[in-house]
């Protein structure tokens, strides 16, 4: 069990992990059946199989995803993509990540639209993310030794060996969730008393990861970031703002730190990694860190700062001692203050804003700085978003047409594009583009989201109800996909010979496909 899981997630674990042992202790009464049905297994008793644990986490996202706080932002999702790819390829080229754990677990990272500084590794190869964390980090080499770290936790498999201690630690109270969870079946109330009771006692219990496996992921995770592209020092950069939170006694809106209590030997080992004469923090290349700034300003506005936070900050670039601070900072400041005023709907504010920045960074003294692809094309997303949240559909597919070139195929800019067809009453020419998007990107659940906006538009309500319960299936709700592919039956009934019979065909086959994977779950139960 990760340590560091909000109280949501937490309480969401232990209804996963009672549906595990539910499992498990099925197996032991009757393996034929069980065996036929695919259930969770245990195992023989030693190790949590990483199929089990998959389903396990797959289980645990699903909560997650009807979370309000769980945010997929394109734009966020899109850098943090980047650096967890390569920290996962640098895994992969040097034998940490095996074919079969690739191949089995979801290596997905879910944004967490919170303030709070927190990072935490879920069962099946799920990480969260939270907002905060990303807002505090200077460099992306911070922010991609979080990740090293919480994704060399589940390589080194401390998840399933917390997860298997559990078992072998507690198998009184296992066996009381299991018997909780077999009178669930028949009496909901009594269950729910066994369960709360159980869920006290698993908190208290064996929640944490050891010292010794965190001193592992420190060292498993400072050998990929070399290999993945950053600088190791990263780890360090990290470490001291971590202490200097500590040390401010800020751990209220800093999780990460209780969940990883800092000492000082952390810390002494990873300085002692880095080789002497190596100057920390400033190894960074200037672009990186430009780029990096505004993805960190933005992950602060979309942290839910509250209207208050928000009008200061958009106030800064006002204020003195404005001029005299570093170029990271002031472009920074300017990217909160164009995206906050969009938010209070101050279009003219926001465009301001997003002029001046733009000016900041064509005449930054380091030409590197001022031609970095990376960072003009977030000033031109921020562009077209300013454009569509003002509702000029025309100026945001400009600013997305000005894009540089190669930028433009990305999935930010692939829907934002199609949002300001929407708007623009054009939704037909955006629909094949996205098409093609959801038919290699099956999981991307916003993406088939929007292919229901456009397909409504056009009149096409069956395909637009397909789009939607494959938007649910994406986020294993399979009930809520099963509902809608139902829908979509009726619909085509109704529709008699208008209806577009592979559309049709097609709903049908994957209503199949739901049903029976609802089967699968309720047997899990
Ligand atoms: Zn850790």
Redesign the pocket.
């Known amino acids: 069990m990760p340590?560091f899981l909000c109280r949501k997630a937490k309480a969401v674990v232990q209804r996963a992990l009672l549906a595990l042992a539910v499992g498990a202790c099925a197996l032991a009464w009757a393996p034929p059946a069980s065996a036929q049905t695919g259930l969770p297994t245990l195992g023989d008793g030693s190790e949590l199989g990483s199929s089990a644990e998959r389903r396990l986490g797959d289980r645990i996202i699903r909560e997650l995803y009807r979370d309000p706080d769980y945010i997929d932002d394109p734009v966020l999702e899109d850098y943090v993509q980047g650096l967890w790819q390569s920290l996962l390829a640098a895994a992969r080229a040097r034998g940490e990540l095996s074919a079969e754990l690739d191949e089995r677990f979801a290596w997905e990272v879910l944004l967490g639209r919170d303030r709070s500084v927190n990072a935490f590794a879920l069962p099946g190869g799920y990480l969260g993310l939270h907002l905060g964390l990303v807002g505090v980090t200077s460099t992306r080499d911070e922010l991609a030794s979080v990740l090293a770290?919480?994704l060399s936790?589940v390589l080194q498999r401390h998840v399933s060996r917390l997860l298997t201690a559990q078992k072998k630690q507690t198998p009184l109270l296992l066996g009381a969730l299991v018997l909780g969870a077999l009178a669930a079946s028949k009496n909901p109330d009594a269950a729910q008393a066994l369960v709360v009771g159980g869920r006290a006692l698993l908190l208290q219990n064996q929640l944490n990861?050891s010292r010794d496996?965190?001193r592992e992921?420190d060292r498993i995770g400072y050998g990929l970031m070399a290999p993945a592209g950053f600088a190791p020092q990263g780890f360090v950069g990290m470490f001291d703002k971590l202490q200097q939170a500590n040390r401010l006694n800020d751990n209220g809106s800093w999780p990460y730190l209780r969940?990883?209590p800092l000492t000082t030997e952390r810390s002494a080992d990873m300085h002692a990694r880095i080789p002497p004469g190596t100057a920390i923090g400033a190894t960074a290349a200037a672009p990186a860190t430009l780029e990096h700034a505004l993805v960190a300003a933005r992950a602060r506005v979309l942290a839910n700062p509250g209207v208050d936070s928000l009008r200061q900050w958009i106030a800064e670039p006002q204020s003195s001692g404005w001029a005299s601070q570093p170029l990271p900072h002031r472009a920074a400041a300017l990217y909160v203050a164009a995206l906050g005023s969009s938010q209070l709907r101050d279009a003219a504010g926001a465009r301001a804003a997003a002029q001046k920045l733009d000016g900041l960074v064509r005449n930054a003294p380091d030409a590197r700085q001022a031609s970095d692809p990376a960072t003009r094309r977030l000033l031109g997303l921020l562009n077209a978003e300013i454009e569509l949240a003002a509702g000029a559909a025309d100026a945001a597919l400009q600013a997305l047409q000005a894009l540089p070139a190669g930028s433009d195929t990305g999935r930010p800019e692939l829907l934002l594009r199609t949002r300001a067809l929407l708007q623009a009453r054009r939704a037909g020419e955006g629909a094949q583009a996205l098409q093609t998007w959801v038919a290699n990107h099956p999981k991307d659940a916003t993406a088939w989201q929007l292919l229901a906006a456009v397909a409504q538009a056009q009149g096409q309500t069956l395909r637009a109800v397909r789009a939607e319960a494959e938007a649910h299936a994406a986020r294993y709700d399979y009930a809520a996909a099963a509902d809608r592919f139902k829908a979509g039956q009726d619909l085509a009934r109704r529709s008699g010979a208008a209806v577009d019979h592979i559309d049709a065909s097609i709903i049908d086959t994957r209503l199949r496909a739901m049903e029976s994977l609802l089967r699968e779950q309720a047997a899990e139960r």
Do not use: G
């Open positions: 340590p770290h919480e936790h990861f496996m965190e992921a969940s990883h």
